[in-house]
């Protein structure tokens, strides 16, 4: 099946530095990939939509300067957190979405990458 | 906007009991729905997709089933074992190339 790889797994950080995560779908080209948010024992959170060569779409009340979303190939997105402050820390997920053809439209997850802002 | 609902938020079992979980969807027009399994700190395992067209899928000992017009999910599990204990996460988009939408889960724990 396809994969979908993040990096890092887990990062711990000063308050008011910038941390990169990266997605990467490893056997499929993804046109489309989705960045969500999870805090502990609350359920997945939508922040963006990345396509592939143009401006990600933010979800209301995310903050698009502070979370800077760059796709420039179909396989790989990052999201930078910029300033970090504590209440950023949280599980962060992207998901890929194929081209036509690929899992008839399913969404592959990544890992996950748990950030930890002291 | 699609909103997804699952109930109950926790649910305790007996090792070797079928069980029923739900998932409700306010927006009918579905492209697909997933369910997801995670465990405590870790990412998301998909379970099963259903597609638009379908209206079950199974795997092993785990059915779900979808309702488009009654806007209703179900995952089934059957004769659960302790190492089903997860947060299950049911999540629907309206569109090709659109978010999955997710509901809050249902945290299940299995006793041996």
């Known amino acids: 099946g396809a994969v979908v790889s993040q990096h890092p797994s887990w990062v711990i950080c000063k308050s008011g530095t910038s941390v990169k995560i990266e997605c990467r779908s490893l056997?499929?080209?993804?046109?489309?990939m989705f960045w969500y948010r999870q805090f502990p024992k609350q359920s997945l959170m939508l922040m963006a939509t990345?396509?592939?060569?143009?401006?990600?779409?933010?979800e209301q009340g995310v903050e698009k300067d502070k979370f800077l979303i760059n796709h420039a190939s179909l396989t790989l997105s990052t999201l930078t957190v910029t300033s970090a402050h504590p209440e950023d820390s949280s599980f962060y997920i992207c998901?890929?979405?194929?081209?036509?053809?690929?899992?008839?439209?399913?969404?592959?997850f990544g890992p996950g990458t748990r950030l930890t802002v002291l | 906007k699609q909103e997804v609902t699952q109930i109950p938020a926790a649910l305790s079992v007996p090792e070797g009991e079928n069980l029923v979980l739900n998932c409700s969807f306010t927006d009918s027009a579905i492209y697909n729905l997933q369910w997801f399994r995670q465990d405590p700190g870790k990412g998301l395992t998909s379970l099963l997709l259903?597609?638009?067209?379908?209206r079950e899928q199974t795997s092993g000992r785990l059915n779900a089933s979808l309702d488009k017009s009654s806007g209703r999910s179900t995952l089934y599990i059957a004769a659960s074992q302790p190492g089903d204990s997860a947060t299950y996460l049911c999540?629907?988009?309206?569109?090709?190339?659109?978010?999955?939408?997710f509901g809050k889960g249902t945290t299940l724990s299995v006793s041996s």
């Open positions: 998901s890929a979405r194929g081209l036509a053809g690929v899992g008839s439209g399913e969404q592959f």
């Open positions: 999540a629907a988009n309206n569109q090709a190339g659109t978010a999955l939408i």
């Open positions: 056997d499929f080209q993804a046109t489309t």
């Open positions: 259903i597609q638009s067209s379908q």
């Open positions: 990345s396509n592939e060569g143009s401006k990600a779409t933010y």
